[in-house]
C-alpha cells in the first residue's frame, strides 16, 4: 500500500508524502495523528490498527476541519470524509463459498480471526459464519484469535490440533497467519490433510499468490491495497470533486487455477510501475540538470558585476585597512602593556595571598604546641593527684577547659581552610548516634547548671547505628550547642531530639533553644562563611556554622534552620551506608555511654613518697627527642628522664646523634631547622645503624598527605598535637616491647635465618650479612670484632649497640656461639678428631675450645660426642 502510494504521489510534484508507521501499536498510531493534526496537514489518511481506540482521534481532527480518509479499515461513527478499502464482509462470505464449492460431504474448519477490535476481522468473521451458518456441510469447530502475525497463533493451534481431530480446512484472516498455520500442520505431519485458505493474495516473495503456487495455500482470498486509489480519493477531496462515502474495492479467489495469471499480471503491473518510476528520476534529473545550469548562468552574472563592484571598492577600502592597522598595532601594543603589568599584579597578589594563608596556617599550627604543654601539664597535675584544694582545683578545671576551648578555636580555622581547598575525605564508622549524642550532651552539662539553663536529650530509638564520620560531627555537635549556650539566657531551654521516622530511610536531629533567634530575612545567609547576624552583639568567628554545613553535606545529609521562638536546626542524614562509597566507611569500635570524668579531690592519695626502682644508665633504654620547641623538650625530657636516658637535638643535628648514640627509640618533630622530620625519619630507616630504631613522628600536621608521607618515611607511628603524654608514654613502651619480641624472634632463629622476608627486613638483612661474614672466616682464629665492623663499613661501637639492639647480646659472644654451634654440629656428624675440630671452627688451640665448649654445653667435647 506505501509503495502504490508513493509511486502515484509521483505523478503530481505538489504533493507531499508523509508516511508514519505506529508498528502496530494502537498508542504510537493515536501520537502519530495528534503529531498530524498539529501540523497541521492538508488532508489526512489514516489505516486504523484498532477501530474503537482510534475513533476519537479521527473525530478530532475532522472536526478541526482536516479531511479524513480512511482505508483498509473502518472507525466507530461516521464522523470522517471517505472510506476506501475491500469488502471484508464480502472477503469472508467468498472464502466460505469458496470452500463450499469444493465438497458436499461434511467438512470441519478451524477459523483464525485477526486483531480482536479491528474492523477488518469483525466483518470476514461475520461473513465468513453467515455463510457457514446456511451451508449444512461446513462446519467451524475452533476459532482462534490472533494479531495478523504468524506467531501468535502457532501454540494455540498446535493446542486445537491436539485436542480435535478429523479437520479438514482452516480459514485464516490473512495470508500471514495462514502461513504459521501451514508451519503447524506441516510440523504435525498434517498438511496433506488439512488445507488452507488465507487472505491478501500479495505477489511477491511469502505472499499469498506465492504460497498458492508453492500450495502451502489451498487459496487466497484477494485484498487489493488500494495506495493508488487512495491518493487519487485524496486529491478529489481536496480539489473540491463530489467522492461517494463508502469506495469499496472488489475482491477475488486465487488457487491453482489462476495463480500464474494473477502473479504474471502483477508482475506486469510491478514492471510498469518501475518503468514509470525511473523515468520519474530521469525527469527530475532533467529538471535538476535544467535548474543547476540556470543557476549557474545566474550566478555567473552576479558574480561578474560583484566583481566589477569589489574591484572599485578593494582599491577604496586598502587606503583605509592600512590606516586601521596602524590604529590596531598601536592599540594591540597599548593592551599588551596593560595585560602584561595586569598578569605581574596579578602574580604579586598571588604570591601575597599564598604568603598570608601560609603564614595563617602554620601560625595556626604553632599554637598547638604550647597548647599541648598546657594540656599535658594539667593532665600530669590531675594523673599525680596533686591538688588538694577544691578552689585551685575549679581554676585547672578553667584553665584545661579554656585550652580545650582554644584548641577547638584554632582547628576550626584549620578546617575552614581545608574545606576552601576541599582536601576533608570522610571516615564514617557505624555509631551509636543517641549515645554519640549523649557524651558530647555531658560535656555541655555542667555549663547548664552553672547558668541554670534546662539542657536535655531525648531519642524515640536509642538503639539506632548510623554511618558518621565522629570526628566531624563531634564539630557540627559542639558548634551548634556553642552557638545555642552563647545566645540562650540564664534559666533558659536548650534540647537536643532525636527523631526515627521508620516510614522513611533518614534520621532528623533537633537542636533547639529559646536565645535570641535569627531575624527572618537572614536565615538564608546563616551559613556563609563570616556572616553575623545583626543582632549579635557576642564575638563571633562567622566560620561555625559554615563549617557545620559542609560536614553534614559531606554525609550527603541537609542542615536547615528555623527562627520563631529562638533558634531551631534541623539535622537530616541517611539511616544506612549505601549512599557511601567504599572508601568513605572505616571500622572503629562503637561509642559506649560513659560519663565524662572531671577533676576531682576526692580518693586523693599521696604517692609522693613512694618509693620507685633507680633503674642504672646501662639498664635503661634510651630515647633520643629531635624537637625545635625548648619548653616542649623540657616537659618531655622531665617526664622520661624518671625511667629512660634521654638524649636531645634541636633538628640541626638529630642524624648525627642517632649515629653516635643508638637509642632505642627516636621521637621527633616534623618542623625543624634544616631537614624535616619525614628526611630525618627516612634517612635513619634506610641506614644500616639505625634501620631498627623504631621512630615516631610528633607534629602538630593532621592532614591526609602528611600522614601518608610520614607513613612513607618510615614512620612506626604518628601522632599529632595537641597529644597526651599517656598516650605518648604507652605507644613508647608498645614500641620497645614489640621490638623485644623481634630480639626474642632472632635469638632463637638466628641460625634458620635464609631469607629476609617477614617484620624487620632491614635488621634480618644486616644479621644475614654478620653471619655470612662469621662462616667466611669460621676457621681463622684472628678474626676479630674490628674486622667484622670493618666489614660492614661502621664503627666498632656502632657495631657493638646495633647487636645489642636487635639481638641483646654482645657481638663477642655472639661470634663465639657461632663457632660452639658449628663445633657442636661437628662433634655430631663428622669423624674429625677434637684437635681438628677445635682449628676448623677458629679456635686458637684444643685446650681453649674445650673450655669454651665445656662452660656453654657443661660438657666436654670428648663426652658430648660419646653420649
Known amino acids: 500500500m506505501n509503495e502504490a502510494m508513493e509511486i502515484q504521489t509521483g505523478f503530481y510534484p505538489d504533493v507531499d508524502l508523509q508516511i508514519l508507521d505506529s508498528k502496530d501499536n494502537i498508542d504510537e498510531q493515536i501520537k502519530d495523528i495528534e503529531q498530524l493534526i498539529s501540523e497541521p496537514v492538508d488532508i489526512l489518511i489514516v489505516s486504523p490498527i484498532k477501530s474503537k481506540p482510534i475513533t476519537p482521534v479521527v473525530e478530532k481532527a475532522f472536526k478541526k476541519g ?38 458436499t460431504s461434511p467438512k470441519r474448519v478451524i477459523e483464525i480471526k485477526g486483531l480482536k477490535g479491528s474492523s477488518p476481522a469483525f466483518e470476514r468473521s461475520s461473513g465468513f459464519n453467515d455463510i457457514v451458518d446456511t451451508t449444512p456441510n461446513l462446519k467451524v469447530v475452533k476459532t482462534i484469535e490472533g494479531n495478523w502475525e504468524s506467531y501468535s497463533i502457532k501454540d494455540q493451534l498446535r493446542h486445537v490440533l491436539d485436542s480435535i481431530k478429523d479437520v479438514d480446512y482452516i480459514f485464516a484472516h490473512n495470508d500471514r497467519m495462514a502461513l504459521g498455520a501451514y508451519e503447524v500442520t506441516k510440523e504435525k505431519k498434517l498438511h496433506n490433510q488439512i488445507k488452507i485458505i488465507g487472505v491478501d493474495g500479495l505477489n511477491g516473495p511469502n505472499g499469498g499468490i506465492q504460497l498458492v503456487k508453492d500450495k502451502k495455500l489451498l487459496a487466497t482470498i484477494l485484498y487489493p491495497t488500494g495506495g493508488d486509489e487512495a491518493i487519487r480519493l485524496a486529491l478529489k477531496i481536496l480539489n473540491g470533486e463530489p467522492v461517494p462515502k463508502n469506495n469499496i474495492l472488489s475482491t477475488i479467489v486465487i488457487d491453482s487455477r489462476n495463480a500464474d495469471i ?6 506486469k503491473i510491478n514492471q510498469h510501475q518501475r518503468d514509470i ?3 520519474q528520476v530521469k525527469i527530475r534529473q532533467q529538471e535538476k540538470t535544467f535548474t543547476t545550469q540556470k543557476n549557474t548562468l545566474k550566478l555567473l552574472l552576479v558574480l561578474l558585476i560583484l566583481s566589477v563592484l569589489l ?12 590606516k586601521k592597522k596602524r590604529e590596531l598595532e598601536l592599540r594591540n601594543k597599548k593592551i599588551t602593556i596593560q595585560r602584561n603589568q595586569i598578569k605581574k599584579i596579578a602574580e604579586e597578589v598571588k604570591i601575597s595571598n599564598d604568603a598570608k594563608v601560609n603564614f595563617f596556617t602554620g601560625l595556626s599550627h604553632e599554637f598547638k604546641t604550647p597548647i599541648t604543654l598546657i594540656l599535658s601539664s594539667i593532665e600530669s597535675l590531675t594523673e599525680n593527684k596533686v591538688i588538694r584544694d577544691n578552689k585551685l582545683l575549679n581554676e585547672v578545671n578553667l584553665i584545661f577547659n579554656n585550652s580545650k576551648r582554644l584548641l577547638r578555636l584554632i582547628n576550626q580555622l584549620l578546617d575552614f581552610r581545608k574545606i576552601e581547598d576541599r582536601k576533608f575525605n570522610l571516615k564514617a564508622s557505624k555509631t551509636n548516634l543517641f549515645q554519640f549524642s549523649k557524651r558530647i550532651f555531658k560535656d555541655f552539662e555542667r555549663e547548664a547548671q552553672k547558668r541554670h539553663i534546662k539542657f536535655s536529650i531525648h531519642s524515640n530509638n536509642e538503639d539506632l547505628s548510623i554511618y558518621l564520620d565522629r570526628n566531624l560531627m563531634d564539630k557540627v555537635y559542639f558548634n551548634l550547642l556553642s552557638n545555642a549556650f552563647k545566645f540562650t539566657p540564664n534559666n533558659g531551654t536548650i534540647s537536643i531530639e532525636i527523631i526515627d521516622d521508620p516510614n522513611t530511610n533518614f534520621v532528623k536531629i533537633h537542636f533547639k533553644d529559646s536565645g535570641i533567634g535569627i531575624p527572618k530575612q537572614e536565615l538564608q545567609d546563616v551559613f556563609k562563611a563570616f556572616f553575623q547576624g545583626s543582632n549579635n552583639n ?3 568567628s562567622g566560620i561555625g556554622l559554615h563549617l557545620s554545613k559542609e560536614f553534614v553535606e559531606l554525609h ?32 572503629e569500635p562503637d561509642i559506649i555511654d560513659q560519663s565524662i570524668t572531671d577533676l576531682e579531690v576526692e580518693d586523693y592519695e599521696d604517692d609522693s613518697f613512694s618509693e620507685k626502682p633507680i633503674l642504672q644508665d646501662d639498664e635503661r633504654y634510651s630515647i633520643l627527642i629531635i624537637e625545635d620547641n625548648p619548653d616542649l623538650v623540657k616537659y618531655l625530657k622531665g617526664k622520661f628522664s624518671t625511667d629512660y636516658t634521654v638524649y636531645v637535638s634541636d633538628g640541626s643535628n638529630g642524624i648525627e646523634m642517632a649515629f653516635e648514640f643508638i637509642p632505642d627509640i627516636i621521637i621527633c618533630d616534623v618542623n625543624l631547622p634544616g631537614k624535616s622530620g619525614f628526611e630525618i625519619c627516612k634517612t635513619l630507616k634506610s641506614d644500616l645503624r639505625t634501620s631498627h630504631i623504631p621512630n615516631i613522628i610528633l607534629t602538630a600536621l593532621n592532614n591526609k598527605e602528611s600522614y601518608i608521607k610520614g607513613l612513607e618515611s618510615g614512620t612506626d607511628l604518628y601522632l599529632t598535637k595537641p597529644f597526651s603524654f599517656a598516650i605518648l608514654s604507652q605507644s613508647v613502651k608498645t614500641l620497645l ?3 623485644e619480641k623481634l630480639r626474642y624472634y632472632y635469638i632463637n632463629n638466628v641460625h634458620t635465618i635464609d631469607a629476609p622476608e617477614g617484620f624487620g627486613q632491614f635488621e634480618q638483612e644486616f644479621i644475614l650479612k654478620v653471619n655470612e661474614l662469621i662462616a667466611q672466616n669460621l676457621d681463622n682464629s684472628k678474626f676479630s670484632v674490628e674486622q667484622l665492623a670493618s666489614s660492614l663499613d661502621i664503627s666498632r661501637i656502632q657495631l657493638y649497640r646495633k647487636m645489642k639492639a636487635i639481638l641483646g647480646v654482645n657481638i663477642s659472644d655472639y661470634i663465639q656461639n657461632i663457632r660452639l654451634e658449628k663445633a657442636k654440629a661437628l ?6 678428631t677434637i684437635s681438628e675440630i677445635a682449628y676448623s671452627t677458629g679456635f686458637s688451640s684444643p685446650n681453649y675450645f674445650s673450655t669454651s665448649f665445656k662452660n656453654k654445653y657443661n660438657k666436654s667435647p670428648k663426652a658430648y660426642r660419646e653420649d
Request: no cysteine.
Open 311 to 322: 574591484g572599485a571598492y578593494s582599491i577604496y577600502s586598502g587606503y583605509n585597512i592600512r
Open 556 to 587: 550527603k545529609g541537609t542542615i536547615e534552620v528555623i527562627s520563631k521562638h529562638g533558634a531551631e536546626f534541623i539535622i537530616t542524614l541517611y539511616k544506612d551506608h549505601v549512599h557511601l562509597n567504599s572508601d568513605e566507611i572505616i571500622f
Open 66 to 103: 482536516i479531511p479524513v480518509l480512511v482505508v483498509d479499515r473502518k472507525i466507530d461513527g461516521d464522523n470522517y470524509t471517505a472510506y476506501l478499502g475491500g469488502d471484508n464482509y464480502q472477503v469472508g462470505t467468498n472464502a466460505a463459498n469458496y470452500l463450499a464449492s469444493l465438497t
Open 277 to 279: 518510476e525511473r523515468q
Open 538 to 540: 557576642k564575638s563571633s
Open 737 to 739: 616491647y614489640n621490638r
Open 262 to 267: 494473477m502473479s504474471n499480471q502483477f508482475d
Open 827 to 832: 662433634l655430631q656428624e663428622s669423624l674429625l
